[in-house]
C-alpha cells in the first residue's frame, strides 16, 4: 500500500539531546513538509522540502534541521536549540510543491522531554 | 490565506448524511477550497477539493456556491468512524482554524 510512514510513534529526549524524526514515502511525491501540532491547535509548518537537495523554512524553523537526500526520505532533527520541543510532529507529502496539492499525512510521532 | 468560519460542533444519526457548512467570503479567484479531518491522535486526512464547481469522490461530495463565498461538505451516510474534527482550508497553506467537530451518533 502507497503511504508515508513516520517513526518511531512515541520518542523520549533528554534535555540538550538532539533526536531525529524519520518520515518516508512511497507515493512517488516530489514534496514533503513536516508540521507540529501543539494540543488543541492547528498545524504550524516547520520546513517544507519541493524537491530531492532542496529545502526551505517554514513558520517556526528555529530549532529544527532537515535533509532530502531521496525523494522518499525527509527527516527531521530537533536540535537541543529547540526549547520547547513537546509535541505532536507530523509529516507530508504532496504531488507537486508549494501547497497547491491536497497534502497526504503520515500518523505522526509524539515527542516528550524527559 | 482566506478566512474561513465554520460551527464549533454537529451531531449527526448514523446512517444519515452529515452537512458541513464552511463559509469563506474573502476567498481569492484562483484560490481552491480543501477540505481536511483529523480523528484524535492521528494525522490529518485529505477528504476532497474543488475551485468553483461541485466535486464527488468515494468519500464525500464538496458543494460550493456559484459566489464560492460558502461551501458544503457532505457525508453521505455518516458512519461512527466519521467523528473527528473537520477542516476547511482555502488556498494551499493550511492553516487550520477550530474546525467543526462532527459527533456521529448510534
Known sequence: DGGITQSPKYLFRKEGQNVTLSCEQNLNHDAMYWYRQDPGQGLRLIYYSQIVNDFQKGDIAEGYSVSREKKESFPLTVTSAQKNPTAFYLCASSMQGAFNQPQHFGDGTRLSIL | ?106
Open chain 2, 1 to 106: 490565506d482566506a478566512k474561513t468560519t465554520q460551527p464549533t460542533s454537529m451531531d449527526c444519526a448514523e446512517g444519515r448524511a452529515a452537512n458541513l457548512p464552511c463559509n469563506h467570503s474573502t476567498i481569492s479567484g484562483n484560490e481552491y477550497v480543501y477540505w481536511y479531518r483529523q480523528i484524535h491522535s492521528q494525522g490529518p486526512q485529505y477528504i476532497i477539493h474543488g475551485l468553483k464547481n461541485n466535486e464527488t469522490n468515494e468519500m464525500a461530495s464538496l458543494i460550493i456556491t456559484e459566489d464560492r463565498k460558502s461551501s458544503t461538505l457532505i457525508l453521505p451516510h455518516a458512519t461512527l468512524r466519521d467523528t473527528a474534527v473537520y477542516y476547511c482550508i482555502v488556498g494551499g497553506k493550511l492553516i487550520f482554524g477550530q474546525g467543526t467537530e462532527l459527533s456521529v451518533k448510534p
